[in-house]
């Protein structure tokens, strides 16, 4: 398998507190991996580096086979990202966000109008094209950010708890969106508070206090860890350091 993110004994301290503690793993083409932890395990910082926005400390980091250190602004151009909030611009029309991507994104204008003219018949709303997204229902706005960060076709795209705050038949189906994705060759590397959505993903990573304390299937961990659903066995992991300190 192909590897499309490389991370290597990767260190990120901010002065004596250290966030990423010798993280190691890869993320192969296709995959959907799962970046899950508790507040304040490291998972933002992480992927901040993978996204060209900080560097690490020390270690070596390749994303879409471009160095994280040398190679930035190229690891930029092959990765999409979208955020809890979706990352759109509430006093823009539909149409008007999707061009403003894809300028930011580098597509050229023609192209532009034809992607969006595909987007919007795809997502089912060529009614909506005029209408500011403050006005949009929530699942809406969903898959319309998540359709807007995959819009020039990256290798990676990035998903930072895209489904939080949402019902779980809205969630459900902005995951056909994901497998959708994923099917057409983009990795998805995304975090989740939901250990349901976990169940979904090819392979998850679980942080506690900077480091990744399990990597496996949903299937390998809760064999592992003797549990009948992910929720058990993260609440395992979270509750090792405190075994410890007793």
Known sequence: MEKIIEVNDMVKQFGSFIANDHLTFDVYKGEIFGFLGANGAGKTTAIRILCGLSAPTSGDVKVAGFDIYRETEKVKKNIGYMSQKFSLYEDLTVSENIRFY????????????????????????????????????????????????????????????????????????????????????????????????????????????????????????????NSANMDEVFIQIARKPEAKKQ
Not at 139 to 161: C, M, N, R, T, Y
Not at 186 to 191: D, M, S
Request: proline share 5%; hydrophobic share 40%; aromatic share 8%.
């Open 102 to 225: 894809g300028g930011i994104y580098g597509i050229p204008k023609k192209e532009r109008k034809k992607k969006e003219t595909e987007l919007l018949q795809k997502l089912e709303m060529e009614e909506a094209r005029d209408k500011l997204i403050v006005g949009l229902p929530l699942g809406w706005k969903q898959k319309l950010a998540f359709s807007v960060a995959i819009l020039h076709q990256p290798k990676i795209v990035f998903l930072d708890e895209p489904t939080g705050g949402v019902d779980p038949i809205t969630r459900r189906r902005f995951w056909d969106l994901i497998y959708e994705a994923s099917a057409d060759g983009i990795t998805v590397f995304v975090t989740t508070h939901y250990m349901d959505e976990a169940e979904y993903c090819n392979r998850v990573s679980i942080m506690d206090e900077g480091k990744i304390e399990a990597l496996d299937t949903p299937a390998a961990l809760k064999q592992t860890y």
